[in-house]
């Protein structure tokens, strides 16, 4: 089937010129706000995934440019944002201070729905099909919402209610703990020289954790109260991981890693004062259970299954298997340990996957995903791009097109 340019009346005069390598039909010179319908390409084209990012990358004013760029599409989805919510979170994410956006019942609905709103304009003003374009799609803690969204598993409207509700008792958590203990609550960052450096790292972890309850072997750190617990929040690669719990008691851990350990891996404070994916958060796994498996009045259920393509769960790093596995990791994912190493890994190794597309806010996920399968930009046969900003879309769309036939190594 060939394809076919529908341009909009802006650029109705200008020339159409047909790509070589994909048979789509461009307008030449065309600015943003073209409009692509893809056909099936001819060939094979490389597998592809689609990712979105978690919590830390929120900006105000960061709609603002998709919605100078692209008003008629992205206005009526910040509409519907404000509407689902019955909120004025579209204010905030516009023109709200940093301290307004940051807050987790703020800033986890405000990223989900932005890097759903850059997907639905890569959709409706360039024609992309996500369904025929993408394989499999994955989000980086909270942004397993949006790859949910995007892999036709939860509706925009359900899953934004979800991620408010959720995001409103983790900051309750975070505010309870903070009360009950004393000091600050959140998550640090460490970086490794190597993968083998890590996996010792990881093991020494283990091992203080195991002991630090009454100072006995045998009793497990589960035993400790929530509040005293440190957590493995997310294993990001070959040598990054995230703990998560008291700043305190993770600063002991480290002093301890250092003096008995032999480790002494940098480590970053991340802009956050909640401790996600450590068990004070299982009043929101909870939530989220009863949420999931909530009876509906029409009798549907809130998950859909199957979806239009698989989606990588944050606890298994591997495709959800069915509906009731899918509610059950999703909600563990609020106190469980993020395997996005172990999810990349699936992906490049297991599913020879040789495009990834990061959509939303932010670049760390794409920085974290093209160190680990080494490719930045295009490179034959695949690539790894960001869309961040609507020049980019506009550049990815290009380079998707670009590779669509790409020999595969």
């Not at 850059?118 to 397993?144: A, P, W, Y």
């Not at 909640?274 to 989220?288: I, R, V, Y």
Request: proline share 5%; charged share 25%; aromatic share 6%.
């Amino acid at each position: 089937m060939s394809s076919l340019f529908v341009p909009t009346v802006r650029h109705a005069s200008r020339i159409l010129r047909p790509c070589v390598q994909c048979q789509h039909v461009r307008l030449s010179g065309a600015s943003l706000g073209q409009r692509w319908i893809s056909s099936t390409p001819m060939t094979k084209r490389p597998k592809t995934a689609i990712f979105f990012p978690g919590q830390g990358v929120q900006r105000v004013g960061m709609v603002s440019p998709w919605l100078e760029a692209f008003p008629q599409t992205a206005r009526p989805i910040l509409d519907e944002i404000d509407s689902v919510l019955q909120v004025p979170l579209t204010r905030i994410i516009e023109s709200g201070t940093n301290a307004e956006l940051t807050q987790t019942e703020n800033a986890q609905p405000a990223i989900m729905s932005t890097s759903i709103l850059v997907l639905r304009i890569m959709e409706q003003e360039f024609g992309f099909k996500t369904s025929d374009r993408v394989d499999i799609t994955l989000g980086h803690s909270l942004g397993e919402f949006a790859a949910l969204v995007a892999g036709g598993y939860l509706n925009f409207a359900d899953a934004l209610k979800l991620v408010r509700k959720r995001a409103v008792v983790m900051s309750e958590c975070s505010h309870a703990a903070a009360e009950q203990e004393g000091g600050e609550f959140g998550m640090i960052a460490l970086v490794c020289e190597s993968e083998a450096h890590m996996q010792s790292l990881i093991s020494g972890i283990h091992e203080f954790l195991d002991l630090s309850s009454d100072g006995s072997k045998s009793d497990s750190a589960e035993t400790l109260p929530a509040v005293q617990q440190v957590m493995i929040a997310n294993i990001n690669s070959k040598n990054q991981i995230v703990l998560s719990g008291s700043i305190e008691r993770i600063r002991t851990l480290l002093t301890n890693l250092r003096q008995f350990g032999g480790h002494d891996p940098r480590h970053v404070r991340l802009k956050s004062d909640s401790p996600f994916h450590s068990n004070l958060m299982k009043p929101a796994q909870e939530l989220m259970k009863d949420l999931l498996y909530e009876e509906r009045e029409d009798g549907s259920d809130i998950v859909t299954w199957p979806g239009v393509m698989p989606c990588i769960s944050n606890v298994s790093g591997r495709p959800f298997r069915n509906r009731g596995q899918l509610k059950d990791l999703l909600a563990r994912s609020c106190v469980e340990t993020v395997q996005w190493w172990r999810s990349i890994k699936y992906l490049h190794e297991e599913e020879k996957v040789r495009r990834y597309v990061g959509i939303g806010p932010g670049k760390v996920g794409r920085n974290l995903v093209g160190k680990e399968v080494g490719m930045k930009g295009a490179v034959k046969g695949g690539g790894v791009w960001g869309i961040t900003s609507p020049k980019e879309m506009e550049e990815v769309v290009r380079a998707l097109d670009d590779t669509e036939q790409a020999d595969e190594d």
